[in-house]
């Protein structure tokens, strides 16, 4: 049974720096994209960032170029993404990613709030 489990979300500052984690199991991380998207209250789930099997030249959205990077530890099967530089609007749901070929899974999310 594939699992993708986000941890790492919580109440942060503006300007503050956050780092989520989305362990795998059930599948070999290394043979798949991983991505993390996120989803605020009353908009479309967007992507953040992705990173591909051979961890080359990770692909970010506009909103968050320079402030987050993702990573992934393929020996504990485990992708990250490292916040900082937090601000009001990257509130959201972050859901983590992993898909190749027909195959698509999702983690249940981990709530990401920046308020003062």
């Known amino acids: 049974q594939v699992q993708l489990v986000e941890s790492g979300g919580g109440l942060v500052q503006p300007g503050g720096s956050l780092t989520l984690s989305c362990a795998a199991s059930?599948?070999?991380?290394?043979?798949?994209?991983m991505s993390w998207y996120r989803q605020a209250p009353g908009k479309e789930r967007d992507l953040v960032a992705k990173?591909?099997?051979?961890?080359?030249?990770?692909i970010y959205a506009d909103s968050v170029k320079g402030r987050f990077t993702i990573s992934r530890d393929n020996a504990k099967n485990t992708v990250y993404l490292q916040m900082n530089s937090l601000k009001v609007e990257d509130t959201a749901v972050y859901y983590c990613?992993?898909?190749?070929?027909?195959?698509?899974?999702w983690g249940q999310g981990t709530q990401v709030t920046v308020s003062s």
């Open positions: 059930g599948l070999p991380a290394s043979a798949y994209t």
């Open positions: 990613n992993a898909a190749r070929t027909i195959y698509n899974y």
């Open positions: 990173i591909t099997q051979a961890a080359r030249s990770p």
